[in-house]
């Protein structure tokens, strides 16, 4: 512990630290919280969280040892709190299981299986567009549309199960999502609640343990039925599935899965197949349907970038009702650029956590010892005024090609970066430019939310403090704007 307190930062109120201001203020000020401490202990800061020593790392060279390090992939003390939901996943588990799963399910992110789901993006979000227009004209909720067609998509391309919840305008695996993140963060800044038992008395414990039973209910069905249609013969050109072929071909993750319990029934069981389902259902939908919902409000704020955005589209497809390609993907230069900015104003996950293996020197820095928690923030560094001046501006200039070369490229970190990153970033990128350009193809977006009225929240993901309303109206084949 003495060798903690060398470690520059606030040392007050020793058992609960900085959690104690936090868990005092109001939500929405948690950020300008951390942003004050990080700006007082540049680089480097060490701080009580929880009663635990946790060092933030705020310096891109530093970041870029730990996040590019083989060895400090192990996760934080936040994410026990997630285990009675997603277990042992991909994104809690320890780093020798998270090693070999990792290596295992890389493949059924490729580019390919991308490629090959053009098609299955497309689908559901004309299917989400024709629901917007439905509305004619009055305010709607982007998160609910966006929530639904995030998860229709994820549960058809990696586990191959179609739910229709767009069109049976289900929300409650969504809302039990969000509910349970706020429960996990509320336990992470109460200490006392760490113990299972009293946990489970509270309220809010009481809500957490209900609506895990749902997610994973319905987790539980997805994998039922793509079991009981999967087809172990003809899998791989005609061939049955043996340990030869496994693999050979990309397929989406949840064959994967099966196969691996069909070849290894003693090492791969159902509950192993069902914390990776876990995992991947909620990190494969709610980030990509926060960023994109950010994204449309910005561009319904800012006349001038939504006529930069549509004469983009426009070019590509002039007055053609006709399904997005690869191809047309890769022209898409302009959007890329808004998503890129949307992801560093409001990085999707705020914050990321490594348990140190073993004792870490940075040189000039004092000694930080192992097993402490480092906190990594996407916020903090997408946040710097330094690297982007005048940050609270939404600006998608800033990742021309030029601009983005002149950058620290550990200063722009939305996917994290290093052997733990997000394996889904590709699936996220087609997903999100597939949805906006079919959105802007086809409606003038007006923003109804004002920027000022909205505050960041960090529920384990970032909220808005208000839900992101726009209005939608159909745009007319005229020959461009
Ligand atoms: C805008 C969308 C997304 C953002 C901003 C995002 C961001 C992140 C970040 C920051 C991490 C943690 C990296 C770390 O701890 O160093 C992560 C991990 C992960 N993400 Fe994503 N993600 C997005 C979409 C997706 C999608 C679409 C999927 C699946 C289809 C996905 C699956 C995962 C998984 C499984 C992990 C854990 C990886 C591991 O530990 O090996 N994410 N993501």
């Given at each position: 512990m003495w060798l903690f307190r060398k470690i520059p930062g606030p040392r007050f109120i020793p058992l609960l630290g900085v959690a104690a201001e936090i868990v005092q203020a109001d939500p929405s000020e948690t950020l300008s919280i951390i942003q004050k401490y990080a700006q007082l202990y540049p680089g480097i800061l060490g701080a009580y969280l929880l009663g635990i020593p946790v060092v933030v790392l705020t310096d891109p060279d530093l970041i870029k040892t730990i996040l590019s390090s083989k060895q400090h992939v192990d996760k934080g003390v936040l994410y026990a709190f997630f285990k009675s939901w997603i277990s042992e996943g991909l994104i809690t588990s320890h780093a020798d299981?998270?090693?070999?799963?990792?290596?295992?399910?890389?493949?059924?992110?490729?580019?390919?299986?991308?490629?090959?789901?053009?098609?299955?993006?497309?689908?559901?979000?004309?299917?989400?567009?024709?629901?917007?227009?439905?509305?004619?004209?009055?305010?709607?909720?982007?998160?609910?549309?966006?929530?639904?067609?995030?998860?229709?998509?994820?549960?058809?391309?990696?586990?191959?199960?179609?739910?229709?919840?767009?069109?049976?305008?289900?929300?409650?695996?969504?809302?039990?999502?969000?509910?349970?993140?706020?429960?996990?963060?509320?336990?992470?800044?109460?200490?006392?609640?760490k113990k299972e038992w009293l946990w489970g008395l509270t309220r809010r414990g009481y809500e957490f343990n209900k609506d895990v039973k749902i997610l994973q209910k319905f987790t539980d069905k997805v994998v039922r039925e793509r079991i009981s249609k999967y087809n172990p013969k003809n899998e791989v050109n005609g061939n049955e599935i043996d340990e030869f072929t496994r693999g050979k071909e990309k397929k989406p993750f949840l064959d994967t899965l099966i196969e691996l319990k069909l070849l290894h029934p003693g090492s791969w069981k159902t509950k192993d197949i069902q914390e990776e389902v876990d995992t991947m259902m909620f990190a494969g939908h709610d980030t990509s349907s926060a960023t994109t919902a950010f994204a449309i409000w910005m561009i319904g704020l800012k006349d001038e970038i939504q006529e930069k955005v549509y004469q983009e589209q426009y070019d590509i497809f002039g007055d053609e009702i006709r399904e997005v390609s690869t191809e047309d993907l890769n022209k898409m230069t302009y959007l890329e650029m808004v998503i890129k900015e949307t992801l560093r104003r409001f990085p999707t996950v705020p914050m990321l956590m490594r348990t140190l293996q073993q004792d870490v020197q940075f040189e000039g820095e004092p000694l930080i010892p192992a097993e402490v928690n480092l906190i990594i923030s996407p916020f903090l560094l997408h946040m710097d005024k330094n690297?982007?001046?005048?940050?609270?501006?939404?600006?998608?200039?800033?990742?021309?090609?030029?601009?983005?070369?002149?950058?620290?490229?550990?200063?722009?970190?939305?996917?994290?970066?290093?052997?733990?990153?997000?394996?889904?970033q590709k699936f996220a990128m087609y997903e999100i430019k597939i949805i906006l350009s079919t959105v802007i193809r086809f409606c003038k977006i007006k923003s109804i939310t004002k920027e000022e009225d909205v505050k960041l929240i960090p529920s384990v993901l970032i909220r808005p403090s208000i839900p992101l309303e726009v209005i939608i109206e159909p745009r007319l084949p005229t020959g461009g704007s």
């Open positions: 299981k998270w090693r070999v799963r990792r290596k295992l399910l890389n493949s059924s992110f490729h580019v390919k299986i991308l490629e090959d789901n053009v098609g299955n993006f497309w689908k559901n979000a004309s299917y989400m567009v024709r629901c917007m227009l439905e509305k004619k004209s009055t305010p709607i909720k982007l998160k609910e549309y966006l929530s639904r067609c995030t998860l229709d998509i994820i549960s058809e391309t990696a586990m191959g199960v179609t739910l229709n919840s767009q069109k049976h305008q289900n929300m409650e695996y969504s809302h039990a999502i969000n509910r349970t993140l706020e429960n996990i963060l509320y336990r992470g800044l109460h200490p006392y609640l690297v982007f001046p005048e940050p609270h501006v939404f600006d998608p200039e800033r990742f021309t090609p030029e601009e983005c070369s002149k950058r620290h490229p550990f200063s722009y970190i939305p996917f994290g970066a290093g052997p733990r990153s997000c394996i889904g």
